[in-house]
């Protein structure tokens, strides 16, 4: 697919360490899943029918999958070697979930199921697109999906005030150097750390926009009760409903 945001998933080294380098510079995705769940949960508490946009190795699938037995997703990537590895993560699970490998900017990559869908959740992958990729998916999941139906999205921001940004990025790095401990030469210090996280996301072509913007293209797409769900520094959950 001819999106660097996509190619850079293709690369083994990336996927075989994904989930570790996950849990090490974003261990707040365990809490981010099970506030997609929770939210979910409260207003659909049998969930048939779930498509999550980027699924990437199937952390948010395998959670929601487990959570809601009666449920089978729609897993959406670019990347045929994330979806293999999320398939191998499912083992079992994997029978209740059609793998599509798309580009989430295009529309031909949404089939008809998403009519069904109880929720349209995404984690950790929006943040890939630009802010009117990301208002243009928007609207095409809400001009689809069925009334009542959440879009839920956890993902990052970036602060609107730059002082703030840099004081949040220099918070980020010390994170991952505290819990690296000094094992992975990549995270020893602040420097080394600073220098690999900005080469990933210029591989990974990462921009994530601020908190306000994600809310007001949402609102703008006639989602109803749009609202920060969960946030903690620059990791958000949000959501708004068809
Ligand atoms: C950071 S990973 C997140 C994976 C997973 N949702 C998680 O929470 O760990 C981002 C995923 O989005 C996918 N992606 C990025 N841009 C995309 C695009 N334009 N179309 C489809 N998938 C895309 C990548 O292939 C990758 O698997």
Known sequence: MDSSSVQAYETSARVAAY??????????????????MAALAASTPDPRLVV??????GFLLDRLL??????????IDGSQQMLSTAKSRLGSLAERVEFVIGDLRQ??????????????????ALHH???????????????RLKEDGWFLNADLVV?????L????????????????????PRFRTATDTRRFIDELQRNECDQPQTEADDLRIMRG??????SLLWKDTREVVCGGIR
């Open 19 to 36: 989930d570790a380098d996950m849990d090490l510079m974003h261990p707040n995705r365990h809490k981010m899943v099970e506030v997609i």
């Open 159 to 163: 602060s609107e005030d730059e002082f």
């Open 221 to 226: 797409c006639g989602y109803r009760h749009v």
């Open 52 to 57: 999550d946009l980027g699924t990437g190795t």
């Open 66 to 75: 487990r959570r809601f037995p009666n449920c089978r997703a729609v897993a």
């Open 165 to 184: 940004e840099a004081l949040t990025q220099q918070m980020r790095v010390a994170g991952i150097v505290d819990r690296a401990e000094g094992r992975d």
């Open 129 to 143: 697109l630009n802010l009117q990729e990301k208002a243009e998916l928007m609207e095409r999941c809400r001009a």
């Open 107 to 124: 529309a031909e990559t949404f089939g008809a199921e998403i009519e069904s869908a109880d929720a349209v959740v995404s984690a950790y």
